[in-house]
């Protein structure tokens, strides 16, 4: 007998980073709220059978999804970021008090909510501390972890502040998920792709790239076209045999030099780098593609995640689980 599959009401969904890892945990989507469009044509073009919801979530109610297993989102991080201004709670795009509108509406069995690991410092722990005043008030029991992408496969340091909870004791029965260190390189993960035009300096740069990337930074639509980041990115992308001044629209071909040569990243090579497969296809121009990607929550990482939600919410035994399968691109 097919076991039943725990459905998900995913808020801020972006390009559908979370959302690929809870499905690989096993989750289907009641709905997949988004309010940029070039994003949600690529929800819908990966994934028509998902309720991709467009718009606001400020208009969504949660009644609408009452008794939904799982809410999840990453809202948005600019009021929290370490390289922004920090409003925090100030910031007009600081989504958290509707998250909680959503959650008290819908009364998830558990809810699963990412920000950046600014969110985590002392200067937002009044704030941290009221919103889990809030959780506990309805029930819910939460805890929150600084998880890093590294740690579960992806070849990016990307730490993110994860918050977690389920209602009432069910909390004793989820556990954060176990470590599963990235072996592999950025030179080994993209050199393929940094290849595949013949840029005769592939093998070499591949063999510089020796390391997993700094934490990649999708930026604002505030601002100009795509980089990689702060200043302090760029010099670690520059070790690493990475021009991080902008996005190529092609890997390097065979008449780029070798010696002294800085290839740019191409979208798709940023997209693996954040654990998307290959078969993940991309809305829009360059630079829409690329804040897509950027700013994802890595799917390995909410896979690992939302495994253990799904086993605390079917009540399996943390000492009899698995290990998780993640086929991304095959779900």
Known sequence: MTEKRLNVLEICAGAGGQALGLEAAGFTHAGAVEIDRTACATLRQNRPRWNVLEGDVRDVSGRDFRGVDLLAGGVPCPPFSLAGRQLGQEDERDLFPEALRLISEARPAAVMLENVRGFSTARFADYRAQIMAFLVKLGYSPEWQVLN?????????????????????????????????????????????????????????????????????????????????????????????????????????????????????????????????????????????YRQVANAFPPPVAAAVGAEISRALRRERTADRPPLQLELAAV
């Not at 340091?157 to 176990?178: D, H, K, M, N, T």
């Not at 604002?220 to 520059?238: I, Q, V």
């Open 149 to 289: 992408a590294s740690d579960y496969g992806v070849p990016q340091l990307r730490p993110r502040f994860v918050l977690v909870a389920l209602r009432g004791r069910q909390i004793g029965r989820f556990s954060w998920p176990r470590l599963a260190p990235c072996t592999s390189t950025v030179g080994e993960e993209v050199g393929d792709l940094m290849g595949s035009r013949r840029w005769p300096g592939a093998q070499q740069w591949a063999a510089r790239a020796s390391d997993i990337a700094p934490t990649i930074v999708g930026g604002s639509t505030r601002h100009g076209g795509p980089d990689l980041g702060p200043t302090r990115a760029k010099r670690e992308w520059r070790r690493l045999g990475v021009d991080g001044m902008g996005i190529a629209d092609e890997p390097p071909g065979s008449g780029e030099p070798v010696e002294g040569y800085l290839p740019r990243l191409t979208v798709r090579m940023v997209a693996r780098l954040q654990g998307f497969p290959d078969s993940w296809a991309l809305s829009g121009a360059k630079t829409a593609a």
